[in-house]
């Protein structure tokens, strides 16, 4: 019976060593490699998102204007009915108040809508932006052997930070 358990202790051993010799080769395989982006870099540092921020301003000038007549227009009348109201009739200085609201709701209105048509513009000029840099990012993990790439951390360090290459990349493929 000793010579079962001695050989079974035998045999033990030998497994032990066994995996104690292969968790080295495995800890090596079973590494990451980890990556981070910043979103907001590539979004206002990239020459795509430069030429969108002009092509933007371009597009809503006209608009953009026509608000600022507006706005002048609005506040002319405001100030005009302040000074004229103490000579003015009830009745025409409650249709100054009127019109003055009028104008104001149609401001209110329009400047809302302003603000969507900028909002939306601005979302699909990021989205091809964001499509262009995925493609880029999906190419450089592939490359250099990136098991993940992050884009939201409340902190990541330098060493894996790519936001320089995949912005010299998105410069280069614009």
Do not use: H
């Not at 080769?25 to 998102?49: C, D, F, G």
């Not at 809503?60 to 026509?66: I, P, Q």
């Not at 227009?73 to 000579?87: G, H, I, M, N, V």
């Amino acid at each position: 019976m000793k010579t079962a358990s001695a050989t079974m202790t035998k045999y033990l051993a030998v497994l032990a060593l066994g995996w104690c010799s292969l968790a080295p080769v495995q800890a090596q395989t079973s590494a990451s490699r980890i990556a981070w982006i910043s979103p907001e870099r590539i979004y206002n540092e990239s020459k795509l998102a430069k030429l969108a921020e002009e092509k933007l301003k371009e597009e809503f000038k006209s608009r953009e204007k026509a608000m600022a007549e507006m706005a002048g227009r609005l506040k002319s009348a405001s100030e005009k009915l302040e000074k004229d109201a103490p000579a003015l009739s009830e009745a025409e200085r409650v249709k100054r108040q009127r019109d003055v609201f009028e104008l104001d709701k149609e401001y209110q209105r329009r400047q809302r809508e302003f603000r969507e048509d900028v909002s939306q513009r601005t979302n699909e000029e990021r989205q091809a932006i964001s499509e262009k840099a995925t493609r880029i990012i999906k190419q450089l993990a592939s490359v250099e052997g990136f098991d993940i790439v992050l884009q939201d951390a409340v902190w990541a360090s330098n060493r894996i930070d790519i936001t320089e290459k995949v912005l010299s990349a998105l410069d280069k493929d614009k």
